[in-house]
């Protein structure tokens, strides 16, 4: 159950923490950046009141709808508005490099023949993806960076130029394949569940004691799916026999093994670094997990 759907105003305000002045006067709106430059928004599985354009590196999985896409490379993904997504990356914040536009339905609603949503990867059903070869990246980011120089310019005609850029990479898209690597979940649980593991897991391995665990709670996961808490508890139960706490407390308790075993650092380190606000609480937390305290558990 999608609860919200994510305005470009909420868009703008979570990236960087501000609005642009002509939000609301461009017809449509279209604006372009780079990945890089945009580290650090809260992912989160949901609709969006615009289009979305990415060409993203590396090893991803994103979540469309029912369906789930593993890409690696270079990837060029269109994301329609009316269809729930997120994407979760296996890359370093380093090593996250790419590009992507945003636009209304405005911005083309004028000057496209037929609607844009009814194009092959925006339809829903469709693939939205597509691999791209060293070559074809090359061309793709060229197209990119001619959005960036041309939104900054003072051309008096360069949103119709820009739209000539975004059709360019619709039909250079529409040319090759999408991508194969989809699998379907079998229901809105296990995708809600495939997430919310995922999201849990790329929290860890704990590296240094100043990292810390910050997803404690059911909520936290809720909030980032976009669900309702008893909605995600009962997907996790129906597709785990598990409920969510539980399964955030056995990772946390494993991570703690793991730390006990095989780091030096003191009992009140792992406590900060695995959320807790004092060493005692995550002693009882331990202890309760496993019937033995971390100091004896490291001493065995």
Not at 65 to 84: C, H, M, R, W, Y
Not at 197 to 207: D, G, T, V
Not at 221 to 235: F, M
Request: proline share 4%; aromatic share 12%; glycine share 4%.
């Amino acid at each position: 159950m999608i609860t919200s759907t994510e305005s470009i105003e909420e868009f703008y305000k979570g990236k960087f923490n501000y609005l642009p002045e002509n939000l609301q006067q461009e017809l449509g709106h279209f604006n372009v950046f780079r990945l890089e430059d945009c580290i650090g928004h809260p992912v989160r599985y949901s609709r969006r009141d615009f289009y979305k354009i990415s060409l993203i590196r590396g090893k991803n999985i994103y979540h469309y709808a029912d369906k789930s896409v593993e890409v690696e490379g270079s990837t060029l993904i269109f994301f329609n508005p009316q269809i729930p997504y997120t994407i979760l990356t296996e890359n370093s914040h380093e090593d996250l490099t790419g590009h992507f536009c945003i636009f209304k339905e405005f911005f083309f609603t004028e000057k496209m023949r037929g609607g844009i949503g009814d194009l092959p990867m925006f339809t829903p059903g469709n693939k939205p993806s597509y691999s791209l070869t060293p070559e074809q990246d090359v061309h793709v980011t060229q197209i990119f960076q001619k959005m960036r120089e041309e939104l900054d310019s003072d051309y008096r005609f360069k949103y119709d130029l820009i739209r000539n850029y975004v059709t360019e990479l619709i039909h250079y898209a529409l040319k090759m394949e999408p991508t194969e690597m989809l699998y379907q979940h079998a229901d809105a649980n296990t995708r809600i569940t495939s997430i919310f593991a995922e999201l849990l897991e790329r929290q860890f391995p704990i590296e240094s004691p100043s990292q810390r665990f910050t997803m404690r709670s059911a909520q936290d996961y809720a909030e980032k799916l976009s669900v309702h808490v008893n909605h995600l508890n009962r997907a996790l139960k129906a597709t785990t026999g598990k409920t969510t706490s539980h399964h955030i407390a056995e990772r946390i308790t494993n991570e703690a093994k793991a730390l006990l075993k095989h780091s030096n650092w003191n009992i009140s380190e792992i406590s900060y670094c695995l959320g807790f606000e004092e060493a005692a609480h995550f002693n009882n937390f331990f202890k309760k997990q496993t019937e033995i305290t971390p100091t004896a558990f490291r001493s065995i």
